[in-house]
């Protein structure tokens, strides 16, 4: 039994070692923690004192890095902001969907960024600007304010049905993060990138399922940010 | 000491992924009846199309559609063109109107409520016929 | 298998450093970046108050005022020509990460806006300035996103999650190159170039309460000081005064900045009476100080280790549009309402100012006359220039990264261009192979966990925000046990695919060496001066101090120490008030 | 060890190298072409369901909920019906469009499941022909169907 403020955590975790077998396997391990504790302290607690085989990625621990987005309980979220408390007595814990998993809860990340470069993520003016700053209001900055936030750690894409079943989709985080630069007053490609996405694999294969907006650790309005991409290539044809 | 540790057979993925239920499913309901409605259609044009064979031909025909369960499966064929209509035109505000998308969860539980009212008239009307 | 890669200059960390280094190299030469991690993972992107800068957008400043406080904030351990230095171009960096996209938040007239920081004032310290440009409480994460875009957009090349363990040198002492372990395969890698710079960053791992990400443990210090390579004013180290109570995750000097105090436990905002013209705002070490003085006199909250950091008489617009993030910390791992209820905080283990001793070009310089290693480079936290001296000033580091990266960048590039490329020794994995070989290969009965913990423990408590000389003895003789047991560490994981188990146990190597420096550093420094506090030494004493530390690794693995002296300039020390 | 000049010569199929696939440079050269098939397709779904939404909706409240239903569908029923210009016209609207917006409906469902390019042609390709016969069938009865050749049917 737990400690007196300790609370006993049972994790069952989605394991995959292509050195050990070929096929992935479920394990379960329980352990103390306090229910303050994030999920990502239980899963630590794990490797570091029950089994050390067990890997993740993880590095800031405080949802800023997007190391650590896991599927828990069904669910796409960062280990490090989901606290004991509101999982225990018992969580499930599998790498995220959709991309292939490389060992337990590490994915291959590269089609991920191959879809985030794609999207031509960084700003493009060609005009001289001067030895000032280009000038913005804080209207116009606002306009994207809410992009910015992105993190890249793909809860958002492998949260998507769409991403899941198809190897084409660039999948939420590419189209949020073209938003960014879609909507800065200060850039000049929002054409070309409007034309990438107007593509079979961009944005109007977005079927509005909700889950990457439920899915952001940071609260990003994920399908609105798509919607209004998608409107941009409408209005930017009409 | 509470740690342990068991090592289980793969039960395999299967696990739904738990997303928005408002957004996921309503999805998944619209493939759904899109599906069954295009299916449905298909048959439709075919049947219809024996109108052109003359009355006895074509009654033979649509005398199928007067058998209870049929019209039971016509019932469901209702509802799934009345959903696939009423979700999409939810689709449509949130597609042309981005700012909808905050207010996504009150337009699903709209949409499934005026869903509901209308087929229970249509069940008012319909299900008679079948239990007739 | 070991792979060779060639390049004219290579890049050791992705973080702000590494990558502004990088953009400014792949200019003109081919250049490789090896990351540990993915480069958006980088510990810059947890920054975030702001960088600051003398634009003068809101109100009256110059660079020579940002210099000054740099200094005075640096208790005058700081190099005043890099200062200088760095205050200059501050402005030009500013600048530049703006058309590369930066989103700044802006003023009405669509200026970037600023806003004020922790120790950086008006005319010599007359009041608090506007210096600090910002994206709300985000800066770091816009940093590390807008150097990573440019890089994309430059077609710098990646080599991301390898993890570089040996710093190859001829036998005449120039870079060659370095050893790299690739986390996906388990394979070694070896890089050959002309240049090589390392940005790593920080080691705030070594300390139990710590802002910084699991990652940070001192690989880049610690490997060139494996290769005899001095480590410079490794006793200098920032405990930020307000990282979340227990968990460390720090809360923004822009809190204090946009108007939040701190209060103590009887909900007196204690910090008028240490710094009574810029109250909370004062430079971190003694705000660190202040709260450490009060917990230890009975004044902390319910009688416990924490003080008050409050919010919430700022309104919900600022504190939703100015800092999100750190509010959300709040909510999310306290379960507190910043809007509402003030924030439990205490100091934590932010930041390292000493490190890879570097010149203004980046460039490594051994011993007291500097020697330059060729070819051999460090920026950002990694490195120790030394602009932050004895202390930071809040929104120094990511000004610190952006212009000695690029600085670093430029002279590594100047140097591949002309360099030939060095001949590797024969076999150069072969100690790495060797490591591994232990760590794998031997069943032994100790626990990376238990040691680290242990050290991270110790560490805390004995070298943390107060230091005392007995405490700092018990320390060096906890150290070589720790080590010894290290020797006898067992790695479950024998597999070759992603083994985070023998990636963690090699980390724990560098932290131990990483620690050995700041115990001996702060024993032999008996004075206080910024960061570093000697309780049984509580006065800056610059007849005997006013130098840099040398810390050497001996060949029987204990530290020899050497000085060096602080290059000064216009600014005379006088004594540190605020 | 011979110097080598070339970044990637000697990586081996070089997995964990992130920036693999190099972007065009340049501006100008960075332009794809405007290939938006799947922007028109996702607007013609829409313009087509508000359009269905009258036309199906219609259909189902008259036939399937009007009187008693498809109790009274019979010969003379249509071809009643079908002497009106409107009815043939909405109900040759609504095949066409129904047909369409199916069709498609079906080759999205077939772009996010099935990834092998022949396997995803060949459904498609299957629908579309059962789609064209139909339509074309549809079409035909319609346009040529004639009541005067069973005297006797129209009510």
């Known amino acids: 039994m737990a400690g007196p403020g300790m609370v006993d955590l049972t994790l069952r975790i989605r394991r995959f070692n292509p050195d050990v077998r070929p096929d992935p396997w479920w394990e379960e391990h329980t352990i103390e923690a306090e229910p303050n504790d994030r999920l990502l302290d239980a899963l630590h607690r794990v490797k570091w004192y029950q089994d050390g085989t067990l890997s993740l990625r993880r590095s800031c621990a405080h949802g800023i890095c997007g190391s650590d987005a896991m599927l828990i309980n069904g669910r796409n979220a960062l280990a490090c902001k989901v606290l004991v408390k509101d999982v225990a007595p018992r969580v499930t814990v599998e790498p995220i969907r959709g991309l292939p998993v490389l060992k337990d809860l590490i994915v291959d990340m590269e089609p991920f960024f191959a879809g985030y470069r794609s999207i031509l993520p960084f700003l493009v003016n060609e005009s001289d600007p001067g030895d000032r700053e280009r000038r913005q209001s804080p209207e116009e900055r606002a306009r994207f304010d809410d992009t910015t936030k992105c993190i890249l750690c793909a809860a958002c894409t492998t949260s998507c049905p769409i991403f899941w079943g198809d190897g084409e989709y660039v999948g939420p985080a590419a189209i949020v993060n073209a938003h960014r630069f879609v909507f800065d007053s200060r850039d000049q490609a929002g054409k070309e990138r409007l034309a990438i996405l107007a593509e079979k694999s961009g944005v109007f294969r977005c079927r509005t399922t909700f889950n990457c907006t439920e899915a952001c650790p940071r609260g990003i309005k994920v399908t609105q940010a798509i919607q209004e991409v998608k409107r941009a290539v409408l209005f930017n044809r009409a | 000491m509470a740690d342990r540790q068991t090592r289980r057979r793969d039960e395999g993925y299967g696990r739904l992924y738990r997303g928005s239920r408002e957004g996921q499913w309503s999805w998944v309901l619209h493939r759904v009846t899109g599906v069954v409605v295009i299916l449905f259609l298909f048959a439709h044009v075919l049947d219809t199309a024996v109108v052109g064979w003359g009355p006895a031909a074509y009654d033979r025909v649509v005398s199928i559609y007067k058998n209870p369960v049929v019209q039971f499966l016509e019932w469901i064929l209702v509802a799934a063109v009345l959903y696939h209509a009423f979700n999409g035109v939810r689709i449509m505000i949130v597609d042309f109107w981005p700012r909808a998308a905050r207010r996504h969860r009150e337009l699903s539980y709209g949409t499934i409520g005026v869903f509901v009212a209308v087929m229970i008239w249509v069940s008012i009307v319909m299900l008679p016929r079948v239990f007739r | 298998m070991t792979t060779v890669h060639t390049y004219d200059a290579v890049v050791v960390g992705a973080g702000g450093a590494g990558l502004r280094a990088a953009l400014e190299a792949s200019k003109s030469v081919r250049t490789a970046v090896i990351s540990k991690l993915y480069p958006t993972r980088s510990h810059t992107g947890a920054a975030q108050g702001g960088m600051c800068a003398a634009l003068g957008n809101v109100e009256e400043d110059y660079p020579e005022w940002h210099a000054f406080d740099t200094v005075k904030g640096g208790d005058y351990l700081v190099d005043q020509p890099a200062a200088q230095l760095m205050a200059r171009e501050a402005v030009d960096a500013v600048i530049e990460l703006e058309h590369w996209g930066f989103p700044f938040n802006r003023t009405p007239d669509g200026k970037i806006d600023q806003r004020r920081f922790g120790g950086h004032t008006r005319n010599h310290g007359e009041a608090p300035v506007r210096r600090a440009c910002y994206a709300a409480d985000r800066t770091g994460h816009m940093i590390l996103q807008t150097l990573y875009q440019q890089a994309i957009r430059n077609d710098v090349r990646f080599f991301n999650e390898f993890y570089v363990l040996d710093l190859l040198l001829t036998p005449d002492g120039r870079a060659a190159g370095v050893v790299a372990y690739e986390l996906a395969s388990g394979e070694l890698h070896v890089f050959r170039a002309k240049s090589i710079l390392f940005a790593t960053g920080g080691y705030g791992r070594i300390f139990r309460v710590t802002s910084n990400a699991h990652t940070l443990t001192g690989d880049g210090p610690g490997l060139v000081y494996r290769r005899g390579i001095p480590l410079e004013d490794m006793e200098m180290y920032q405990f930020h005064p307000t990282g979340l109570y227990k968990l460390g995750i720090l809360v923004s000097e822009a809190a204090r900045g946009e108007g939040g105090i701190l209060l103590n436990g009887q909900g007196e905002r204690f910090m008028e009476r240490y710094a009574p013209t810029i109250k909370d705002l004062a430079p971190r070490d003694m705000v660190s100080r202040a709260i450490y003085q009060e917990i230890k006199e009975g004044r902390g909250v319910d009688g416990k280790d924490y003080v008050l950091l409050d919010v919430s008489h700022l309104g919900a617009e600022v504190i939703d549009e100015k800092l999100p993030d750190v509010t959300d910390f709040a909510r999310v791992y306290l379960g507190v309402e910043p809007k509402r209820e003030p924030i439990p905080i205490q100091p934590t283990a932010h930041y390292a100012m000493g490190g890879i001793p570097t010149d203004i070009d980046g460039r490594v310089v051994s011993g007291p006359e500097e020697t330059p290693v060729p070819g051999l480079y460090a920026a950002g936290e990694s490195a120790c220039v030394s602009v932050h001296g004895g202390n930071r000033l809040g929104t120094n580091s990511l000004l610190d990264i952006v212009v000695f990266g690029r600085r670093g960048g430029a002279h590594m590039a100047e140097y591949a261009r002309s360099a030939a490329l060095p001949a590797l020794p024969d076999e150069p994995e072969r100690p790495i192979a060797q490591l591994l070989e232990h760590l794998l290969g031997e069943s032994g009965d100790q626990r990376v966990a238990d040691i680290r913990s242990e050290l991270q423990e110790q560490m805390f408590d004995l070298a943390g925000v107060v230091r005392r000389e007995d405490g700092l003895r018990k320390l060096l003789d906890i150290l070589p046990g720790l080590r010894e047991r290290y020797e006898r560490i067992t790695v479950q994981d024998k597999g070759r695919t992603y083994n985070t188990e023998l990636m963690e146990a090699l980390e724990l190597g560098f932290m131990l060496d990483v620690s050995d420096t700041v115990a001996t550093g702060a024993l032999a420094r008996d004075e206080s001066r910024g960061a570093h506090y000697r309780e049984d030494h509580p006065l800056r004493d610059d007849v005997h101090w006013l130098k840099h530390s040398l810390a050497y690794r001996q060949d029987d693995g204990s530290v020899r120490l050497e000085f060096k002296d602080v290059k000064m300039g216009p600014y005379v020390p006088m004594e540190r008030k605020y | ?155």
């Open chain 4, 1 to 155: 060890m011979a110097v080598d000049t070339e970044p990637s010569s000697e990586q081996s199929g070089h997995r964990a190298d992130s920036l693999g696939t190099p972007l065009p440079r340049g501006v100008a050269g960075r332009a794809r072409p405007a290939r938006g098939g799947e922007f028109w397709w996702w607007l013609f779904m829409r313009v087509s369901g508000i359009v269905l939404l009258f036309l199906a909706v219609g259909h189902v409240l008259i036939m399937h909920l009007g009187g008693s239903g498809v109790e009274r569908v019979n010969f003379g029923f249509v071809a009643t019906r079908w002497q009106s210009p409107l009815w043939r016209t909405w109900d040759w609207l609504l095949l066409s469009l129904a047909i369409l917006h199916g069709i498609n409906g079906l080759r999205v469902i077939t772009l996010d499941y099935v990834r092998r390019p022949g396997v995803r042609l060949t459904i498609n390709g299957f629908f579309t022909i059962v789609g064209l016969v139909l339509f074309a069938l549809g079409t035909i009865v319609v346009v040529t169907f004639d009541p005067s050749k069973w005297p006797g049917v129209i009510k």
